[in-house]
């Protein structure tokens, strides 16, 4: 495997792995190419929540100097745990990607029908009204219940709505059957994208486990990992680049940006110190 400081790549940031106010993130599909045209990124992927809405409202009006590449951060599900894959660079009217996101569209208002259920149940009447005004017709997810729940005045910050209702193991943590990552992946390269494994570390999965989800994928037929997403620890991106080179996979990198932090990441990773070949940036 080539080494982590071999230089061979000209573009100095790039950034495949973006949220929009069209899913959970906090700027509009418009002000977010904006601001990362002005912070130097050179090419970027919109990949909101099982959702193109935020691309297709940019896609013909990129800033000068920014390359603008189809993007969408697909929900699946692995045995019993969920997983997202990232797709790029496919065709967004193609039929096969159309119809997989009405399924998914389809199961997030049913998910979110049973969450308001939930809440409702824990004394928060109005709970889907709330969250759907939140949302202002974004892709509907738990962080517009938690910005609903404060501004109701159920709980103090958006942390303690997932730490006492809507985190894992909590009365909104609702388990839904998403799509299988063999149909998801498959839908994207059907599509001509990419297929991308996102954040693998965020699963928390045993090493073991980990290897045999890269395995799954790969005889899925997905085409690379994401080695850095937002601000990594040390380790990890060595730890993925190993995941990814094992198995001839190319690799991917983003911010997973979706507001404004002291603990995310800002728009942009460079690349310039990274090995020639493996990049999914280099046939995009």
């Not at 691309?55 to 603008?68: C, H, I, K, R, T």
């Not at 889907?128 to 005004?133: D, I, K, Q, R, V």
């Not at 998403?178 to 998801?184: E, I, N, R």
Request: net charge negative; with cysteine; hydrophobic share 45%.
């Amino acid at each position: 495997m080539a080494t982590w400081f071999e230089r061979s790549v000209e573009i100095a940031l790039i950034d495949f792995h973006t949220h929009s106010a069209a899913s959970d993130g906090a700027l509009s599909a418009s002000d977010l190419i904006e601001r990362a045209a002005k912070e130097g990124v050179s090419r970027l992927a919109l990949t909101d929540h099982d959702t193109v809405r935020g691309y297709l409202s940019v896609y013909q009006e990129s800033p000068p100097g920014l390359d603008l590449i189809s993007g969408v951060e697909l929900s699946c599900q692995w045995g019993r745990v969920g997983i997202h894959v990232v797709g790029l660079g496919f065709q967004v009217q193609a039929t096969d990607m159309k119809a997989h996101l009405v399924v998914l569209d389809a199961a997030r208002k049913d998910r979110a029908e049973r969450i308001a259920h939930r809440l409702e149940r824990a004394g928060m009447p109005g709970a889907l009204e709330g969250a759907l005004t939140v949302a202002a017709g974004a892709q509907i997810g738990r962080p517009h219940f938690a910005s609903w729940m404060v501004s109701a005045g159920h709980v103090a910050s958006e942390q303690e709505a997932f730490k006492r209702f809507l985190g894992s193991g909590k009365p909104g943590d609702i388990s839904i059957l998403w799509p299988s990552l063999q149909d998801t992946v498959e839908v994207i390269t059907r599509s001509g994208g990419v297929a991308v494994l996102a954040h693998p570390l965020h699963y928390r999965m045993t090493a073991t486990r980990l290897r045999a989800l890269a395995d799954a994928f790969c005889e899925a037929g997905g085409d690379a990992i994401e080695v850095i997403n937002g601000r990594p620890k040390a380790g990890d991106v060595e730890q993925l680049w190993r995941l990814a080179s094992d198995r001839n996979l190319r690799v991917s990198v983003g911010s997973d940006f979706h507001r404004d932090s002291p603990y995310g990441a800002g728009l942009g990773v460079s690349i310039a110190e990274m090995p020639e070949g493996m990049g999914v940036w280099e046939t995009l």
